[in-house]
């Protein structure tokens, strides 16, 4: 079974910067799919950002020039810079491995003066 493990997640003010990890036993990260979620008070679960295989990036309208999927063999990131209070969320890394789709706990990013 793999488990997920967020960290990094806490209380920043506006226009400060964080840094999400997300790692597992047992799964080599630049092998495989792998994106961040989030889910803000009252709302959906939304995409942030995705990287496939091979590299290729995507990310939401809201968080482009500001966030960066990033990963190495044994974590995967998510670099968050000039965060704004609306990016206030649970954060979600994901990840597809042998088509099988596993999420992590969350880790609460709270963007607040």
């Known amino acids: 079974q793999v488990q997920l493990v967020e960290s990094g997640g806490g209380l920043v003010q506006p226009g400060g910067s964080l840094r999400l990890s997300c790692a597992a036993s047992?799964?080599?990260?630049?092998?495989?799919?792998v994106g961040w979620y989030r889910q803000a008070p009252g709302k959906g679960r939304e995409l942030v950002a995705t990287?496939?295989?091979?590299?290729t990036t995507t990310y939401a309208d809201s968080v482009k020039g500001r966030f960066t999927i990033s990963r190495d063999n044994t974590k995967m990131y998510l670099q968050m810079n000039s965060l704004k209070r609306e990016d206030t969320a649970v954060y979600y890394c994901?990840?597809?491995?042998?088509?099988?789709?596993?999420w992590g706990q969350g880790t609460q990013v709270t963007v607040s003066s």
């Open positions: 047992g799964i080599i990260f630049s092998l495989i799919p």
């Open positions: 994901n990840i597809v491995s042998a088509s099988v789709t596993y």
């Open positions: 990287s496939t295989r091979g590299g």
